[in-house]
């Protein structure tokens, strides 16, 4: 019975994944709009839809396949726990710069300041570097599928959402893609050790990349 529980749960997980994964990398390739909505559309509350219960999902996977991967545990427990805490400190951070509107994909102001100065996509950098953490704390096969499945979200999201936000901001997200990493590159460690006052400020505006 828990077998077949956890086989169906899993799929569900997998299943509802792929769903959200198909519909970034369609927006990505310009074969639908799905992502950014931009407003509360049919697209908003699919995608947010099959996010929350993606995450019911993943609690119930996480509670059924607990430990079962054999990853000594100690050192699984202790990486892990760094790793999503740190990252998800990072993505709710960068969250509140950004405003919870425009985390939510509808339209915004261009944000350029705060954590936005160092990536485009803090928020995503912080979800991976979490993903990555919840998949050793849960050191179970089955969660690290759903996991990598996540992976794939944050690091395909900006490609959707780039082309959004150019036909928005024009010239104004041109400048600031050209000297802000899409995630984390040289321009990153500059900012962090001061050596680009030059976006310090950054009220330029943004919405989420």
Partial sequence: MTDALMSAVFAAGVGLALANLAGIVASALGLISYWPPGERDWTYYVHWGISHSLNVVMLALTYLSWNSLGLPRGPSLAAGAVLFVGGYAVAIAAGLDLGVEETKGLAGD????????????????????????????????????????????????????????????????????????????RETLRALVGRDAGTASGTESESRT
């Fill in 110 to 185: 261009l944000r350029t300041g705060g954590w936005y100065r160092y990536s485009r996509n803090p928020q995503y950098v912080g979800y991976i570097v979490a993903t990555v953490g919840f998949a050793l704390l849960a050191n179970s096969a089955s969660v690290a599928v759903v996991c990598a499945i996540y992976l794939c979200w944050w690091l395909s999201l900006p490609f959707a959402e780039e082309p959004w936000l150019r036909e928005r901001y024009g010239a104004e997200y041109e400048r600031y893609a050209e000297r802000v990493p899409r995630f984390v590159g």
